[in-house]
């Protein structure tokens, strides 16, 4: 490849909650198998990351790459069970790769699309990854190649961890590959393409620019980068690409100093949060609460606890979007609330009036101490959405 324009430098925006996702192309060569040439950097920004009190979820490519190695013997056109193999007997080397680069513990996170956009599997997906973060455990996530085959592809990292970054809450996504950031085309092929150091607004035209994966081991290209930066902006995440190839360019990123792409977001995350928790349509049912909790979560900005609900109204699951009714001085029914709630209606009339404590000893286990979590509520008045 010619001689590529630079990036500018800019400074990155605060944050202090990132996914960072490491790219095939950055631990595998073209041949296969893995190397740390490239990993031992980006292990070093997180660790001083870390150091400066900011949270990293990696999610990691690799699997099939490294197992390709193993397998040497199989056809670049091997079946998708071939394939599939090769993730699960790579998986182990991708995790052990990193490990080898912490002194701390990784836990391997491996999940699909699919138990992404079931509402109870993302909470447990949620909860797990959020105990993993209070223990000071690294999670290290990657598509669950085993069970999830989209069409004749493995699947798609990049929007995996857009979506890994609006389930943990992240403010920042940060997509390492093998290219200095976006530009106007595939430089690979257009040795005229201009760097884009910052987006806006992901237009259709921007979208354009993108073309499919350079290398071998790589799999979506800039497209998938671009969808998954989308998908951030829509939950208030900004999103940085950059070369993990460049130990410079890694060495600038840790004094949060870039070369690379920076995609901005409009919406602040608890501004896309609120937002989204207000258009969800509610499931038919409610959480009808006593007037002590109706104020906590108006006036106090409390979580829901079961001892302020009277009773569950409907059929509603754990995990969907109900409102919360309380009763005015004059008897009437209105909505304090709205959010998603922890517990279906079954456990929390088995819980109601219950104390926190008593949670575990009356269903036999537990999805936490709150009804609804604060953070999946918006507080409604007659003119809006106040928190
Ligand atoms: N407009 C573009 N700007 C930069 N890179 C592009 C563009 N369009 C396509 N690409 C290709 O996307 C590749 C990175 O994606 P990919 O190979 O899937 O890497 P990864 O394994 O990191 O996901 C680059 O090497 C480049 O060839
Ligand atoms: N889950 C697959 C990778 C899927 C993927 O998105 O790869 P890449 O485009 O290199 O980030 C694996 O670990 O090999």
């Known amino acids: 490849m010619t001689q590529l324009r630079k990036f500018r430098q800019q400074t990155v925006p605060p944050w202090r909650r990132a996914v960072l996702k490491v790219g095939s192309s950055l631990l595998a060569a073209d041949s ?72 701390r513990p990784l836990a391997q996170v491996l999940l699909t699309h699919d138990d992404l956009r079931n509402r109870r599997r993302y909470l447990n997906a949620r909860a797990t990854l959020s105990e993993l973060l209070a223990l000071n455990v690294m999670p290290v996530v990657n598509e669950n190649d085993t069970v999830a085959v989209d069409e004749l592809t493995l699947g798609d990292n990049d929007n995996l961890a ?59 290209g800039m497209r998938t980068k671009l969808e998954a930066a989308e998908k951030a902006a829509a939950a208030g995440i900004q999103t940085i690409l950059f070369n993990g190839r460049d130990n410079e360019v890694v060495n600038l990123l840790s004094r949060d100093l870039l070369h690379g792409t920076l995609l901005r977001t409009s919406a602040t995350r608890m501004q896309a949060r609120k937002y989204w928790l207000l258009h969800v349509p509610a499931v038919p049912g409610c959480i009808h609460v006593d007037a002590g909790a109706a104020r906590a979560l ?10 302020g609900v009277i009773d569950a109204v409907g059929e509603f699951q754990r995990g969907d979007m109900v409102e ?35 949670i575990r000893q009356k269903l036999g286990y537990s999805y936490g101490e709150s009804v609804m979590h604060r953070d999946d509520m918006v507080i409604t008045t007659d003119s809006g959405v106040i928190s």
């Open 32 to 103: 296969g198998g893995l190397s740390t040439r490239h990993a031992l950097g980006l292990a070093q920004f997180i660790a001083s990351c870390h150091a400066s009190g900011r949270e990293v979820v990696l999610v990691s490519s690799g699997a099939v790459a490294a197992g390709r190695l193993l397998m040497q013997h199989l056809p670049e056109d091997a079946s998708n069970a071939a394939r599939q193999a090769m993730a699960a007997l790579g998986q182990t080397q991708t995790v052990a790769l990193w490990q080898r680069l912490f002194d």
């Open 298 to 307: 108006s006036e106090g900005g409390a979580s829901l606890l079961p001892k």
């Open 324 to 358: 919360i009714v309380g009763d005015s001085p004059d008897g009437e029914p209105y909505v304090v609330a709205r959010g998603i709630t922890q517990y279906g209606a079954a456990e929390i009339n088995q819980l109601a009036r219950s104390h926190t404590r008593d």
């Open 162 to 220: 857009a979506i890994v970054a609006a389930l943990i809450d992240a403010d920042m996504l940060l997509i390492a590959t093998d290219i200095d950031g976006l530009y106007t085309a595939d430089p690979r092929s257009n040795p005229d393409a201009q760097p884009i150091d910052e987006v806006h607004e992901l237009t259709a035209e921007i979208m354009g620019m993108a073309g499919a994966a350079g290398s071998r081991v790589g799999t979506g």
